[in-house]
């Protein structure tokens, strides 16, 4: 490898690892403020975890409940659009639609994840389709109609990252902390900037992000969120 492309891939890393992995944990955070029973359940299998020992890499994989919300998270809002894109080698004809060699097509997750003839009602947000009983839901985030990540040899490199990353920041809030909405505060509208979906109006900058789903007292209020209401509960 030439330094240009260490630089290039080093680079690639840096944008394809971080704006992803934070807008899935704003994601899961804002729906956990939103529906306070299934946060209630999530709290309950952490405490279940920490009273027989601590929340480490051992214990958050062996975490049914919080591995339920992070693939039910990733199904209802798939930070990554517009990007699981592949190049046509020969022409071909698929289900009737005709492919010409060279042509580039595109997978966009979202339509996927929510269309209903892969998923029942997939607009509501519901953890519970993931969990292990449910053999159908099991099923279906292994054949191509859960692909938050892409699918095939390049598929997302950072995946198992990510799904570290995201499970153990996940568990460690909801252990310490309670996330609400404030009343009137407005549904979270999701964005997209060419790539990543994200919350509308949200800055790159996290603790912006984090700030406009009021997780506790703002870092940098802005005149937005000036009044609004700002609470942290702490669970103990
Ligand atoms: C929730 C977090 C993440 C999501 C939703 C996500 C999603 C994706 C998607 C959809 C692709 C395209 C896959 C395809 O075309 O089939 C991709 C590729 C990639 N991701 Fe991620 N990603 C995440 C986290 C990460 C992390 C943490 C890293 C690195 C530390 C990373 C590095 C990469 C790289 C290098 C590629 C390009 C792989 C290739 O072209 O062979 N991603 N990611």
Request: aromatic content about 12%; hydrophobic content about 35%; proline content about 6%.
């Amino acid at each position: 490898m030439t330094k240009k492309e260490v630089i290039e891939n080093c680079f690639a890393f840096l944008l394809a690892g971080y704006e992803t992995t934070s807008t899935a944990m704003t994601y899961c955070s804002y729906l956990l403020a939103k529906y306070p029973e299934i946060q209630k359940k999530l709290w309950q299998e952490i405490k279940l975890v920490k009273n027989e020992g601590t929340l480490d890499y051992d214990s958050i994989h062996s975490m049914k409940y919080l591995d339920a919300v992070y693939k039910e998270t990733l199904r209802y809002y798939p930070p990554v659009i517009h990007f699981i894109s592949r190049t046509c080698l020969s022409d071909i004809t698929i289900r009737g639609q005709f492919y010409p060699k060279g042509c580039s097509v595109t997978v966009q997750g979202n339509t996927i994840h929510r269309s209903e003839s892969n998923w029942d009602h997939p607009d509501i947000f519901d953890p519970d389709r993931f969990l292990a009983e449910n053999t159908e839901a099991t099923e279906k985030s292994t054949n191509l109609k859960w692909i938050p990540f892409g699918v095939g040899p390049r598929f997302c490199v950072g995946m198992r990252f990510a799904e570290m990353e995201f499970k153990m920041t996940i568990a460690k809030l909801i252990d310490k902390f309670e996330l609400r909405i404030p009343m009137g505060e407005m549904d979270l509208i999701p964005d997209c900037n060419g790539v990543i979906m994200r919350p509308k109006d949200a800055r790159a900058e996290p603790i912006l992000i984090f700030s406009s789903i009021k997780v506790g007292p703002p870092i940098r209020p802005t005149s937005e969120n000036h009044n609004a209401q700002h609470e942290t509960y702490k669970k103990y």
